[in-house]
């Protein structure tokens, strides 16, 4: 008899490191089946390994699948891998994100364009593919900032486009109600990943993060699992801080 397939079969992109590992890593706790998208198959060995490793997670329960996000063609693809492999697909996570630090001056179309590829379309794309093909409804986290809401001098792009993911989510919430499927998102702080400690304002102390409101990624990663799971059943189209309070102060 061919079991029962887990009661989440989930698409975690950018999930080779960081906030999309712990995602994975947190759903697979949880019994789901995760498909880990990321744009180097040797970071996806190596994470899917580390994740069977700590998660003792049954044999065909994690797939790994090297996907562009910002290309529509490896989208629908990693869409297909997650239906072959589990047999359903009913949870997105849209983490995939991309970060630039330059004065706006000396920006260029090209840097936008890539920027705006794959934080903001690279949901946009994922999106789609879940609503054409999320048959029996689901569930989308939506991985935006709080640069959506207040930022810093240097990342225009990045904060341009997640502020428009949080738009986005709202529209896609709309669209997606019918057909059940929830979209949410959340908005994290400083996290420790590389992305922080790489920002050029932080390494120069221009900004100066409190310790006390550094997240882990496996913060974020729960946050995520609870917008995805029965208990948010009636959240849809909002966007949840997970900042420690950074955005609290006047």
Not at 144 to 156: D, F, M, N, Q, W
Not at 171 to 200: C, F, H, Q, Y
Request: proline letters at 4%.
């Amino acid at each position: 008899m061919t079991p029962d397939p887990a009661p989440h079969a989930a698409i975690v992109t950018g999930a080779a490191g960081g906030i999309g590992l712990a995602t994975a890593r947190r759903l697979l706790r949880d019994g789901a089946s995760v498909l880990l998208a990321d744009l180097a198959q040797d970071r996806l060995d190596a994470a899917a390994a580390q994740l069977a490793a700590d998660t003792q997670a049954e044999q065909g329960r994690i797939a790994t699948i090297v996907c562009d996000v910002a290309r529509e063609d490896q989208v629908a693809a990693a869409a297909d891998a997650a239906i072959d492999r589990f047999g359903h697909w009913n949870l997105l996570v849209n983490n995939a994100g991309l970060m630039i630090f330059k004065p706006i001056e000396e920006q260029t179309v090209d840097d936008w364009q890539r920027i705006l590829g794959v934080d903001l379309l690279g949901a946009f794309l994922f999106i789609k593919q879940a609503f054409l093909k999320m048959k029996d409804g689901g569930a989308v986290v939506n991985v935006s900032s709080v640069h959506a809401v207040e930022t810093e001098p240097l990342v225009a792009p990045y904060a341009a486009a997640k502020t428009a993911l949080l738009s986005l989510t709202r529209s896609a919430a709309l669209e997606g109600k019918p057909k059940g499927i929830r979209v949410n998102a959340v908005l994290p702080g400083a996290v420790d990943t590389p992305m922080l400690w790489d920002n050029p304002n932080v390494r120069s102390g221009a900004e100066v993060i409190n310790k006390a409101e550094i997240g882990s990624p496996d913060d974020i990663a729960a946050a995520i699992a609870f917008l995805a799971g029965d208990g948010a059943r009636f959240i849809c189209g909002a966007g949840l801080r997970v900042d420690g309070g950074r955005l609290v102060r006047l």
